[in-house]
């Protein structure tokens, strides 16, 4: 099952079976052989704590900028998860989206309500934490330049915390290998 583990990573739901093989792989990684999976396991808990701390800064500029938007990016396929984002949520024993096909890909994302997107921020597909649109960016220049560094800085750390859990996962499946040959 672990040679298998490496797959596309733009993955969806909506190619159920893709999906389903990586849900299975994912399930049973993280099933066996639990000891080895804690670094990865740390590493996902530290992603989750720097999205955390850029949560509200984002809040704060999506609150001005969102409201005016005409073309708004919350759209259903925006709204689902990549191989990378399941790595996450099993890393963290999350439970999985509920997916259902009553919404097309260009329809509003399944998440988003009245008051804005239903889950917590750590809990979203990353692409909705890194992805800011030119609106946004924008509204950033104006901002106090000291500010904007901060969140930069936090934010770089938050792109490195990500790699570093892939890389922890990859180095897993390699391991793994190896004792299984
Ligand atoms: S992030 Fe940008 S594109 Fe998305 S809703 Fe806000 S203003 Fe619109
Ligand atoms: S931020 Fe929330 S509502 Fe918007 S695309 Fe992401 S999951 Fe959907």
Redesign the pocket.
């Known amino acids: 099952m672990e040679a298998n583990v490496r797959t596309r990573w733009d993955i969806s739901w909506r190619d159920a079976d893709e999906w389903q093989h990586a849900v299975a792989m994912l399930s049973s990684f993280f099933r066996t052989r639990t000891d080895d999976a804690q670094p990865l396991r740390l590493a996902a808990l530290r992603v989750k704590m720097l999205i955390d701390a850029i949560d509200s800064f984002i809040q704060e500029q999506t609150a001005v900028v969102c409201p005016w938007c005409t073309d708004v990016?919350?759209?259903?396929r925006?709204?689902a998860f990549d191989l990378h984002d399941l790595i996450y949520a099993f890393a963290l024993d999350l439970p999985l989206p509920h997916y259902s096909h009553d919404h097309r890909e260009i329809d509003?994302?399944?998440?988003?309500d009245a008051s804005?997107?239903?889950?917590v921020?750590w809990q979203?597909?990353f692409?909705?934490t890194w992805h800011f649109c030119d609106a946004l960016i924008k509204h950033m220049h104006n901002l106090p330049a000291k500010k904007v560094r901060g969140f930069n800085a936090a934010f770089q750390e938050l792109l490195a915390a990500r790699a570093e859990m892939l890389t922890a996962f990859e180095h897993i499946v390699q391991k793994r290998k190896q004792q299984h040959h």
């Open positions: 990016c919350c759209i259903d925006h709204g509003p994302c399944r998440f988003l804005g997107c239903r889950l921020r979203r597909p692409r909705c």
